[in-house]
């Protein structure tokens, strides 16, 4: 199926309003973006238009029932200047796992990636080039019908726009083990990227800044006893530097593309990685007995979100500097190098725009 995608070009670039050197992450905007309607069972033909507001009823059911998903990526550029971007197909494999949990269409490939590239391919001149930057892309669907009333939308909208920006967490984090409130729990959506499941997870993460921590480590529903993933990243727990420890795919964590990159790459290099349930009690006594010298989050937006201290019980576990972190260390600057094209690409993760 070849898709057929209208072009509505902005007459008026804001790319020298944006200052490369200092971007906020997720405040900028580039100049165009990517939509298509689901309408009446059927994908309509996709345009691309100049960033901006769109019209929407206020009924739309997406705002009170929270059909919503939404994927976040990256697109770089190559050694040769031109975009490419990193495993998109994982983006919209999950994109279409989420859907279906959240009882809405599947889209295809075409219109995704098709769209995907057309978007990147116009607005190139917003991918940053300075270290650690990139152009962040954020395809998301969402339920526009115009109606009162709990039942699956029969109109979906899609849009993806795409935000330059810089490196994410530029210090290492202070992250608190949650043990009041869940994110996720057996037979819920915690493998989708719903909207919902970050909606509840703001009052807890204002807790815990109260308290002094930039970040939630949750655990399951049940016992509150097993790590499973903190923020927008999977977790990572090395020890010894030999040893990774990470939380199995369980259905209630999201299924990382940059967790799936970093097991990869780590097995490849020899690690000895052990995927199951991670109890909290174990972490601390490895942190206790000076045997944990890593813990990461990994997600698309940072890569790695290197973790300077974990908050349990009300004390703060504090990890080696960030220095010292010869696993996260290196992943970054694996992935970051296969993502800019100065390191090889062995397992075939780049895609050209
Ligand atoms: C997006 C996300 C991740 C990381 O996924 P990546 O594909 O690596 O970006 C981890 N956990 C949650 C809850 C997420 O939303």
Sequence with gaps: ???????NKTQASRIHLCDFENIEFGKIFSDHMFKVDFIDGK???GEILPYGEILMAPSISALHYGQAIFEG???FKGAD??????????????????????????????????GLKELVSLDRDWIPTKEGSALYLRPFMFATDDFVGVRPSSNYCFIIFCCPVNSYYPKPIKVKVEQKYVRASDGMAGFAK????YGISML???EAKKQGYDQIIWTDGRTHEHVEESGTTNLF?????????????DGNILEGITRDSCLQLLRKEGYTIEERKISIKEIIAYAKAGKLSDCFGTGTAAIIAKIAAIGFEGIDYELPPAENRKVSNWLFKTIYGIQTSTVKDEFNWIEKV
Excluded: C, H, Y
Aim: charged share 20%; aromatic share 8%.
């Design 237 to 249: 727990f090395v020890i010894e530097d030999k040893l990774i420890l990470t939380p199995a795919l």
């Design 204 to 206: 807890p993460s204002m």
């Design 1 to 7: 199926m070849a898709i057929s995608i209208k072009k």
């Design 43 to 45: 994908w309509q033909d």
């Design 194 to 197: 719903a909207a919902g499941n």
């Design 73 to 75: 990526m990256k697109a």
């Design 81 to 114: 200047g031109n975009p490419q971007l990193f495993r998109p197909l994982e983006n919209f494999k999950r994109l279409n796992i989420s859907a279906a949990r959240m009882g809405m269409p599947q889209i295809p490939e075409e219109i995704f990636i098709g």
